[in-house]
């Protein structure tokens, strides 16, 4: 088992060398699916703790000799968020643990988020909420200019405080770019964020503005991406649909 620890969190050994042993038994469950993420509180330190399913075996394989795991990824893109003046949860520890000396399941352990919203509530539209969708813009702009490209940047990975000014954290980060990237990349990096085409719409006029590209061209490519994107995961759901109900 290899255990990474924040030195800024070393008094939290004890707890993270035990969490594999207590995760199941222990902690607040926020969400149980294909990952668990759990709350856990030591001390007067509120902790989430995300781990991670268990991989096939070709990335078992892959993240014993080839790449980082999701875990480590997701300690380091933390880190590097964190030094280029990014908002994310501060990162605690990441564990790896190893059966027959192959990568097994992964873990990484943060401080808990507190920022109250989350973009998925523009799923419905702008609702008169062109403020926050202005600061996003100007954050997403920010966020492209300092070489970050968050791959799955989509409404419940985005959190946002509740007054202004509004401010923007984000979560799940093990899929990360960092680098120069073009107009295409920068544009198609909307395309998860909502089904709504006037949400979209409003957002890209925004960042497109600022970065001084065209708008109406902008506007047009990424309401494409977003299209491409919600028609793919309609089929990808329908065929995983059929094959639980033949």
Not at 119 to 148: Q, S, W, Y
Request: aromatic share 14%.
């Amino acid at each position: 088992m290899k255990i990474v620890i924040n030195p800024k969190y070393r008094q939290l050994d004890s707890f993270i060398r035990e969490l594999p042993q207590r995760f199941d038994s222990e902690g607040e469950t926020i969400y149980c699916g294909r990952n668990t993420i759990k709350r856990f509180r030591v001390g007067d330190l509120d902790i989430t703790v995300k781990r991670y399913k268990i991989p096939l075996l070709v990335n078992q394989f892959a993240y014993t000799f080839f790449r980082p795991s999701k875990a480590r990824r997701a300690y380091r893109y933390a880190q590097l968020l964190t030094e280029k003046g990014f908002r994310t949860p501060e990162p605690v520890a990441y564990i790896e643990i190893t059966r027959s000396r192959f990568f097994y399941q992964g873990y990484f352990v943060s401080l808990t988020e507190t920022y109250p919203r989350l973009m998925r509530e523009f799923n419905d539209g702008i609702c008169g909420k062109e403020n926050i969708l202005n600061a996003f813009a100007a954050f997403t702009v920010r966020l492209h200019e300092a070489g970050i490209l968050h791959l799955d940047y989509s409404p419940g990975n985005i959190l946002f405080t509740g007054e202004e000014p509004v401010t923007f954290s984000l979560i799940d980060l093990n899929r990360m770019r960092f680098g120069p990237m073009n107009k295409k990349q920068c544009l198609r990096n909307f395309d998860r964020l909502s089904w709504n085409a006037d949400v979209i719409r409003y957002i890209v006029a925004e960042y497109a503005r600022l970065r001084g590209w065209d708008v109406g061209q902008s506007v047009e490519t990424a309401l494409r991406h977003q299209t491409e994107f919600f028609r793919k995961n309609a089929r990808k759901q329908e065929f995983k649909k059929r094959i639980r109900h033949p």
